[in-house]
């Protein structure tokens, strides 16, 4: 009898364990195996331009949120490409060959994702593109791949109408000489990226449309950089001394570099510079009285979504399920006008 219950136990036991090893195998199978850790690779175009090093730095507070609230550890390799595509492709070719769960890329030539994106596409290793936005084209070419940043449009009217609405308050705290027009600069970025061209556009057209009489004096190129900007605004201030009223850039960085033209020169015309981005030194030039306005991304949004939609396609979850996309694949993040008090 003994011998008959143990018996027994023992083919209960078995079949248990073959149930057990069955189910794991099936959810195996499916891509459901139970991930405790995801490896994500950040490719940064230029690790050293202050937007970008904002949003690296969230993105590490943001990897280390996800873990504390899942429970599952998220390694981050973050890469620089210093503005080298080809540096940056051996630095997604290396990372797919290593087996990383997904790719969280800051392109540095936008309209050259499809080399990156067939190796990945090869490999199954999923790509979410951020702040330089891969053309079309090259996001449809597989559902594994998503974009993450700011609608360059709507930058530019928050911009546009922190300017108009100081103009309609006292027309004469913008138009500096009363002569009925606006003298303005242009400060814009890389040619190439999609945020320029846009914003330029937008921010101008908002202005008009607010009933701002606008004439351009000058504009140039300075690649969202300080230092380039800087030069720009000295060389203007000497070629149109006394004329500026109004400095549009297309980021925060440009116009502090407008900013340090101005104090260099000891210009003492209360020029008005705005900017957009809302960086920690944008927003301290604000507070300073040196800016007259910015349109401030949210960066801890923005790190977010890009850590959620990267290790929901690393645990081979549906990104959809965990953050509102816009045409299935895109997220806009919020964006606020912040004005000099
Ligand atoms: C930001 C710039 C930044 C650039 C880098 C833009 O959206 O406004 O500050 O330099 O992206 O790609």
Same mark, same amino acid.
């Given at each position: 009898?003994?011998?008959?219950?143990?018996?027994?136990?023992?083919?209960?036991?078995?079949?248990?364990?073959?149930?057990?090893?069955?189910?794991?195998?099936?959810?195996?199978?499916?891509?459901?195996? /139970?991930?405790?850790?995801?490896?994500?690779?950040? $490719?940064? @175009?230029? %690790?050293?331009?202050?937007?970008? =090093?904002? +949003?690296? !730095?969230?993105?590490?507070?943001?990897?280390?949120?996800?873990?504390?609230?899942?429970?599952?550890?998220?390694?981050?390799?973050?890469?620089?490409?210093?503005?080298?595509?080809?540096?940056?492709?051996?630095?997604?070719?290396?990372?797919?060959?290593?087996?990383?769960?997904?790719?969280?890329?800051?392109?540095?030539?936008?309209?050259?994702?499809?080399?990156?994106?067939?190796?990945?596409?090869?490999?199954?290793?999923?790509?979410?593109?951020?702040?330089?936005?891969?053309? /079309?084209?090259?996001?449809?070419?597989?559902?594994? $791949?998503? @974009?993450? %940043?700011?609608?360059?449009?709507? =930058?530019? +009217?928050? !911009?546009?109408?922190?300017?108009?609405?100081?103009?309609?308050?006292?027309?004469?705290?913008?138009?500096?000489?009363?002569?009925?027009?606006?003298?303005?600069?242009?400060?814009?970025?890389?040619?190439?990226?999609?945020?320029?061209?846009?914003?330029?556009?937008?921010?101008?057209?908002?202005?008009?449309?607010?009933?701002?009489?606008?004439?351009?004096?000058?504009?140039?190129?300075?690649?969202?950089?300080?230092?380039?900007?800087?030069?720009?605004?000295?060389?203007?201030? /000497?070629?149109?001394?006394?004329?500026?009223?109004?400095?549009?850039?297309?980021?925060?960085?440009?116009?502090?570099?407008? +900013?340090?033209?101005?104090?260099?020169?000891?210009?003492?015309?209360?020029?008005?510079?705005?900017?957009?981005?809302?960086?920690?030194?944008?927003?301290?030039?604000?507070?300073?009285?040196?800016?007259?306005?910015?349109?401030?991304?949210?960066?801890?949004?923005?790190?977010?979504?890009?850590?959620?939609?990267?290790?929901?396609?690393?645990?081979?979850?549906?990104?959809?399920?965990?953050?509102?996309?816009?045409?299935?694949?895109?997220?806009?993040?919020?964006?606020?006008?912040?004005?000099?008090?």
């Amino acid at each position: 009898m003994k011998k008959k219950i143990w018996l027994l136990c023992a083919a209960l036991l078995a079949g248990l364990a073959a149930v057990w090893i069955w189910i794991g195998k099936g959810r195996e199978e499916s891509g459901e195996k /139970e991930k405790h850790a995801i490896r994500l690779g950040i $490719l940064l @175009y230029r %690790g050293d331009d202050t937007f970008i =090093s904002n +949003v690296r !730095q969230a993105l590490e507070e943001q990897a280390k949120a996800y873990e504390q609230e899942t429970g599952i550890k998220v390694v981050l390799n973050i890469e620089d490409a210093k503005e080298n595509q080809n540096t940056q492709n051996s630095q997604a070719e290396r990372m797919i060959s290593l087996g990383y769960d997904a790719l969280c890329v800051n392109l540095v030539d936008r309209s050259m994702a499809s080399v990156m994106i067939d190796k990945a596409m090869v490999a199954d290793v999923p790509i979410v593109f951020f702040n330089r936005e891969p053309v /079309e084209e090259d996001l449809n070419l597989w559902e594994k $791949l998503y @974009y993450v %940043g700011v609608s360059a449009k709507e =930058s530019a +009217v928050l !911009q546009g109408e922190i300017v108009v609405e100081a103009y309609r308050k006292n027309p004469l705290s913008i138009d500096l000489n009363g002569d009925g027009k606006v003298n303005y600069v242009l400060l814009e970025g890389e040619t190439s990226h999609q945020d320029s061209l846009i914003r330029t556009e937008w921010s101008v057209q908002t202005l008009m449309d607010g009933g701002v009489p606008l004439e351009k004096l000058t504009g140039g190129i300075a690649n969202w950089e300080r230092s380039q900007a800087s030069a720009f605004m000295e060389q203007w201030l /000497e070629e149109f001394p006394g004329q500026i009223e109004l400095v549009i850039s297309n980021n925060d960085d440009m116009a502090l570099g407008a +900013v340090d033209a101005v104090q260099r020169l000891q210009i003492t015309d209360p020029i008005h510079i705005v900017g957009i981005d809302g960086t920690p030194q944008g927003i301290s030039a604000l507070e300073r009285g040196s800016l007259l306005g910015t349109v401030q991304c949210d960066r801890t949004e923005y790190a977010e979504a890009i850590i959620t939609i990267a290790a929901a396609l690393a645990l081979g979850e549906e990104p959809k399920e965990k953050i509102g996309l816009e045409d299935k694949i895109y997220y806009w993040v919020g964006q606020k006008a912040m004005f000099c008090k």
